[in-house]
T-cell receptor, first 113, second 111 residues
Framework: GAVVSQHPSWVICKSGTSVKIECRSL??????MFWYRQFPKQSLMLMATSNEGSKATYEQGVEKDKFLINHASLTLSTLTVTSAHPEDSSFYICSPLDRYEQFFGPGTRLTVL | GQNIDQPTEMTATEGAIVQINCTYQ??????LFWYQQHAGEAPTFLSYNVLDGLEEKGRFSSFLSRSKGYSYLLLKELQMKDSASYLCAVRVYNQGGKLIFGQGTELSVKP
């Protein structure tokens, strides 16, 4: 299967700081990247969809100025949580699309103090 | 709108069979996926159905009825390691292939 990496795997930060999460598809090129977040005991909620070289499309209720997505290349996408607050604490998962098959990164656990 | 329903939790006994149901109401259906997710980990792919019928893969089978908006995941010969959350997800047409997830079913397998 395809290999997807996320970095960092976990991060603890202070309220008000920004955190960048990287997602790499190691053995395929992802023209489309989905970003999900998952709160405890809940399912995955789609945050945004990005296509390489284009602006991301955000789901309703997700602030585009708070969650900055960059998909500059076919193998790298980043999600930056700006001015993080405790309510942003969650499990963030990237999901690159390889033609018709969707893969998942191992996730990043963000804890905002 | 999009709506996907699954039971919140289920309990079964080791060695038994369990069926996890999923009903959906979506526009532009383009396939249904089942994923397994252990706590703190990303989902792992189990099955994919786009046509009606049963897909069997070892101890796991998945069924789809598009006319009824219904799917189920069947797990046979349950093992303790099957304790996990099982996510039903629908792919939607013309929206970049994104997956819409149900809330997940937490399965507990007991000895």
């Amino acid at each position: 299967g395809a290999v997807v990496s996320q970095h960092p795997s976990w991060v603890i930060c202070k309220s008000g700081t920004s955190v960048k999460i990287e997602c790499r598809s190691l053995d395929f090129q992802a023209t489309t990247m989905f970003w999900y977040r998952q709160f405890p005991k809940q399912s995955l909620m789609l945050m945004a969809t990005s296509n390489e070289g284009s602006k991301a499309t955000y789901e309703q209720g997700v602030e585009k100025d708070k969650f900055l997505i960059n998909h500059a290349s076919l193998t790298l996408s980043t999600l930056t949580v700006t001015s993080a607050h405790p309510e942003d604490s969650s499990f963030y998962i990237c999901s690159p699309l390889d033609r018709y098959e969707q893969f998942f990164g191992p996730g990043t656990r963000l804890t905002v103090l | 709108g999009q709506n996907i329903d699954q039971p919140t939790e289920m309990t079964a006994t080791e060695g038994a069979i369990v069926q996890i149901n999923c009903t959906y109401q979506t526009s532009g259906f383009n396939g249904l996926f089942w994923y397994q997710q252990h706590a703190g980990e990303a989902p792992t792919f189990l099955s994919y159905n786009v046509l009606d019928g049963l897909e069997e893969k070892g101890r796991f089978s998945s069924f789809l009825s598009r006319s009824k908006g219904y799917s189920y995941l069947l797990l046979k010969e349950l093992q303790m390691k099957d304790s996990a959350s099982y996510l039903c997800a629908v792919r939607v047409y013309n929206q970049g292939g994104k997956l819409i997830f149900g809330q997940g079913t937490e399965l507990s397998v007991k000895p």
